[in-house]
C-alpha cells in the first residue's frame, strides 16, 4: 500500500515531442504529489507538485495531470527538449511526515 | 543561499568497517531526512529528523542511523558495512515539515562503494 509505482521505465522521444510518464498510488492517505529530476551525478531535484485538490497543474513545459478517483498521475514534458534528458521521478507523501515514497523513476532521452 | 551540501561526496570501504555521512542543510530549515537510491531498490526512506529528534524511520536494520544537531546538520552512520550497501546517499532538507507538504531540496549525495 505503500508503493507509487511508475511507467515507463524508459522512454525516447524526438526533440519537441511530449513524453508523457505515469504513475498510480494505493493509499489514499497521500496528499502531496511532487515529480523529480535527477542529472547523472547529481541529486534530484523538484520539477513540479500537486495536491489531489487540483486536476491539473503546469509550470512552464510541464504539467501533472491527477486523476483522484483513479489514483493515478502523469507528467507531461511540453516540447521537449535535448537538455530535458534524465531521469524523472515520481513520488507521494501523506500527513505530517516528510517521508517521500519513490516511483521508480523513468530515463528519459530527448534526442535532437 | 547556498543548498544543501554533503561530504565526503566519495567514499570506498570495507566490508566490516563503519561509515559517518554529512549533511548541512540550507540554512533555515530543520528538517533533514536522508535516503539510499541503488540501480535495483531506487529511493529509499531512510529516516527523518527534526529539531534533533527522529520523526520518521524506513526499514532499513539498526545498522543504520543518525543524528541531528542543535544546528540542523545532519549525521548518518552504518556499521558493520555489507557490499549491499553500496549506494548513493542523499540527504533533503526542508523549512519545519510540519504540514507535510514543504519542499525538500536534495544535496549532491554521498556515493559509498563497499568492497
Known amino acids: 500500500q505503500q508503493q507509487v509505482k511508475q511507467s515507463p521505465q524508459s522512454l525516447i522521444v524526438q526533440k519537441g515531442g511530449i513524453p508523457i510518464i505515469n504513475c498510480a498510488y494505493e493509499?489514499?492517505?497521500?496528499?502531496?504529489f511532487p515529480w523529480y529530476q535527477q542529472f547523472p551525478g547529481k541529486g534530484p531535484a523538484l520539477l513540479i507538485a500537486?495536491?489531489?485538490?487540483?486536476s491539473e497543474k503546469k509550470e512552464g513545459r510541464f504539467t501533472i495531470s491527477f486523476n483522484k478517483s483513479a489514483k493515478q498521475f502523469s507528467l507531461h514534458i511540453m516540447d521537449s527538449q535535448p537538455g530535458d534528458s534524465a531521469t524523472y521521478f515520481c513520488a507521494a507523501k501523506g500527513g505530517a511526515t516528510n517521508k517521500l515514497i519513490f516511483g521508480t523513476g523513468t530515463l528519459l532521452a530527448v534526442q535532437p | 543561499k547556498a543548498g544543501v551540501t554533503q561530504t565526503p561526496r566519495y567514499l570506498i570501504k570495507t566490508r566490516g568497517q563503519q561509515v559517518t555521512l554529512s549533511c548541512s542543510p540550507i540554512s533555515g530549515h530543520r528538517s533533514v531526512s536522508w535516503y539510499q537510491q541503488t540501480p535495483g531498490q531506487g529511493l529509499q526512506f531512510l529516516f527523518e529528523y527534526f529539531s534533533e529528534t527522529q520523526r520518521n524511520k524506513g526499514n532499513f536494520p539498526g545498522r543504520f542511523s543518525g543524528r541531528q544537531f542543535s544546528n540542523s546538520r545532519s549525521e548518518m552512520n552504518v556499521s558493520t558495512l555489507e557490499l549491499g550497501d553500496s549506494a548513493l546517499y542523499l540527504c533533503a532538507s526542508s523549512r519545519d515539515g510540519t504540514t507535510g507538504r514543504e519542499t525538500q531540496y536534495f544535496g549532491p549525495g554521498t556515493r559509498l562503494l563497499v568492497l
Open positions: 500537486i495536491r489531489p485538490d487540483v
Open positions: 493509499n489514499t492517505a497521500f496528499d502531496y
